[in-house]
């Protein structure tokens, strides 16, 4: 019977995932040493001593089989860096790797920190943490929305301080949270739309079954990220970019300062600053902007920036909910990351950008247009039926501009008729009512930039009913 039991034990290794523990010890320490040690934290099914084959001494390297994740995340916290033998070096305690897994280390912290759950979509972020607060301390709550009309998903993830606390939210909550560890943003592995909420441990699908669902997402975006993720990336490396950017500060920021300085950007839908219980900051904020460019372009001009003066800004991308793992999203990334290179390269310094937005401490909202030169008064539109006199041509790099803001700068000069973009390209045109007035937008706005994106800006050719041919130029 004592051995059916050893080798039932031994077939569910994985089950619960994350109730593994791998331990580094000293040689001399013995398996009834070891069991002793941890039998305090939960109930011990089995330990394991890595043995040499020839020698059959220990390697000083074990493995301790818990019934819970949570005994093993709490026997991981305490006893890790402790001295067990005196006069021995402290042993080592991490959650082992389930043996199904192909990565070659075992689970860092920050995977076990971050649940994923199923909520009403009437709950707030404050009702969530109400609702898992008993489990441990929380670190902070989000709530997925819809990008578009920013209604809750249903859907939302809680991050605790400990892992212990995680795993006892995940085995002690109400069953129709479904709450379960989600996947790190780095992990990239997941195909066909599997579901992979699952972290370190067997898999998405192993963790998902514990609460009686299938193996499939039924969402429409990627499970495998959280704002909490705080990793930093760079759009020159093979790691994702996205719309979402999460912001961390050392120094105390408020709603208004971080809305002023990411405002700037064109394209920002979303700004959210991070607070705890008392309504104090915690030095996160997530920011989401429109268009991949502005996102790119926000993260390099703001990554490292100081402000306050002494405090260093830390902005990472995080997941936004869009597939990019297709051959065309890829293509898309590259394309945008050298345009915004380009961009980088030749537009105005990080300190010129952010001059308007940190000029003061309660800076607020910036100005809709940030341009490279200072431009004149906004004056009225001439009336629609005028009669056009002069028309100019305007390619834009790396994208256009919106039409407002298209009609905001250039109607500065006066007797601008109307905008118009060509749809697909990055090219425009400008009608004005006045020869003079266009000459002198011209003169003033060719090879400027405006809100990220340099303008060039020509006579345009004579329209279509005038001349059927283009002019020769030699």
Same mark, same amino acid.
């Given at each position: 019977?004592?051995?059916?039991?050893?080798?039932?034990?031994?077939?569910?290794?994985?089950?619960?995932?994350?109730?593994?523990?791998?331990?580094?010890?000293?040689?001399?320490?013995?398996?009834?040493?070891?069991?002793?040690?941890?039998?305090?934290?939960?109930?011990?099914?089995?330990?394991?001593?890595?043995?040499?084959?020839?020698?059959?001494?220990?390697k000083g390297v074990s493995y301790v089989k818990f019934a819970k994740?949570?005994?093993?995340?709490?026997?991981?916290?305490?006893?890790?860096?402790?001295?067990?033998?005196?006069?021995?070096?402290?042993?080592?305690?991490?959650?082992?790797?389930?043996?199904?897994?192909?990565?070659?280390?075992? +689970?860092?912290?920050?995977?076990?920190?971050?649940?994923?759950?199923?909520?009403?979509?009437?709950?707030?972020?404050?009702?969530?943490?109400?609702?898992?607060?008993?489990?441990?301390?929380?670190?902070?709550?989000?709530?997925? %929305?819809? %990008?578009?009309? /920013?209604?809750?998903?249903?859907?939302?993830?809680?991050?605790?301080?400990?892992?212990?606390?995680?795993?006892?939210?995940?085995?002690?909550?109400?069953? /129709?949270?479904?709450?379960?560890?989600?996947?790190?943003?780095?992990?990239?592995?997941?195909?066909?739309?599997?579901?992979?909420?699952?972290?370190? /441990?067997?898999?998405? /699908?192993?963790?998902?079954?514990?609460?009686?669902?299938?193996?499939?997402?039924?969402?429409?975006?990627?499970?495998?990220?959280?704002?909490?993720?705080?990793?930093?990336?760079?759009?020159?490396?093979?790691?994702?970019?996205?719309?979402?950017?999460?912001?961390?500060?050392?120094?105390?920021?408020?709603?208004?300062?971080?809305?002023?300085?990411?405002?700037?950007?064109?394209?920002?839908?979303?700004?959210?600053?991070?607070?705890?219980?008392?309504?104090?900051?915690?030095?996160?904020?997530?920011?989401?902007?429109?268009?991949?460019?502005?996102?790119?372009?926000?993260?390099? %001009?703001?990554?490292?920036?100081?402000?306050?003066?002494?405090?260093?800004?830390?902005?990472?991308?995080?997941?936004?909910?869009?597939?990019?793992?297709?051959?065309?999203?890829?293509?898309?990334?590259?394309?945008?990351?050298?345009?915004?290179?380009?961009?980088?390269?030749?537009?105005?310094?990080?300190?010129?950008?952010?001059?308007?937005?940190?000029?003061?401490?309660?800076?607020?909202?910036?100005?809709?247009?940030?341009?490279?030169?200072?431009?004149?008064?906004?004056?009225?539109?001439?009336?629609?039926?005028?009669?056009?006199?002069?028309?100019?041509?305007?390619?834009?790099?790396?994208?256009?501009?919106?039409?407002? +803001?298209?009609?905001? +700068?250039?109607?500065?000069?006066?007797?601008?008729?109307?905008?118009?973009?060509?749809?697909?390209?990055?090219?425009?045109?400008?009608?004005?009512?006045?020869?003079?007035?266009?000459?002198?937008?011209?003169?003033?706005?060719?090879?400027?930039?405006?809100?990220?994106?340099?303008?060039?800006?020509?006579?345009?050719?004579?329209?279509?009913?005038?001349?059927?041919?283009?002019?020769?130029?030699?």
């Amino acid at each position: 019977m004592e051995d059916f039991a050893s080798k039932q034990v031994t077939e569910n290794l994985d089950e619960p995932p994350n109730s593994r523990l791998f331990i580094v010890t000293c040689r001399s320490m013995s398996e009834d040493v070891i069991r002793d040690t941890f039998a305090v934290f939960g109930d011990i099914q089995a330990v394991w001593v890595v043995k040499d084959k020839q020698t059959k001494e220990s390697k000083g390297v074990s493995y301790v089989k818990f019934a819970k994740s949570s005994q093993a995340c709490l026997a991981m916290e305490e006893m890790h860096g402790k001295v067990v033998i005196e006069g021995t070096k402290p042993i080592k305690v991490f959650i082992a790797q389930s043996r199904s897994s192909g990565r070659h280390r075992d +689970v860092e912290d920050e995977e076990l920190t971050r649940i994923f759950v199923m909520i009403p979509k009437t709950f707030t972020e404050d009702d969530l943490k109400e609702t898992f607060k008993e489990y441990g301390d929380i670190e902070y709550c989000v709530i997925i %929305k819809n %990008k578009f009309t /920013g209604e809750s998903k249903g859907l939302g993830y809680v991050r605790y301080y400990k892992p212990s606390q995680a795993a006892m939210a995940i085995e002690n909550c109400d069953r /129709g949270y479904r709450a379960i560890l989600a996947e790190p943003r780095s992990k990239t592995n997941s195909t066909e739309g599997e579901y992979t909420g699952g972290g370190g /441990g067997g898999g998405g /699908g192993a963790r998902f079954d514990q609460h009686g669902g299938d193996n499939m997402n039924p969402y429409p975006f990627a499970m495998g990220a959280d704002p909490g993720n705080y990793q930093m990336t760079d759009y020159r490396s093979s790691d994702v970019m996205t719309r979402c950017l999460m912001l961390s500060s050392r120094a105390a920021v408020t709603q208004e300062q971080v809305y002023a300085l990411f405002d700037i950007i064109p394209g920002m839908d979303y700004c959210e600053l991070q607070r705890d219980a008392y309504g104090l900051s915690k030095g996160h904020a997530v920011i989401r902007y429109n268009n991949l460019g502005s996102a790119v372009y926000a993260k390099e %001009k703001l990554n490292g920036f100081e402000y306050p003066p002494g405090n260093r800004l830390a902005v990472s991308y995080i997941d936004d909910g869009d597939d990019r793992n297709s051959p065309v999203g890829r293509m898309a990334m590259q394309f945008v990351a050298a345009q915004m290179m380009s961009t980088l390269w030749n537009g105005p310094s990080g300190n010129q950008l952010l001059k308007t937005a940190t000029s003061f401490p309660g800076a607020p909202a910036a100005p809709r247009i940030q341009a490279d030169l200072s431009l004149p008064a906004i004056k009225k539109l001439a009336p629609p039926d005028s009669k056009v006199k002069e028309r100019l041509f305007v390619v834009f790099s790396p994208s256009p501009l919106s039409m407002d +803001v298209l009609e905001d +700068v250039f109607c500065r000069y006066g007797s601008l008729i109307e905008v118009h973009l060509v749809p697909g390209r990055k090219v425009g045109y400008m009608k004005y009512a006045d020869k003079q007035c266009a000459d002198e937008a011209m003169a003033a706005l060719h090879g400027h930039m405006v809100n990220g994106v340099r303008m060039k800006v020509m006579l345009a050719d004579p329209p279509r009913e005038e001349s059927h041919k283009r002019p020769r130029t030699y």
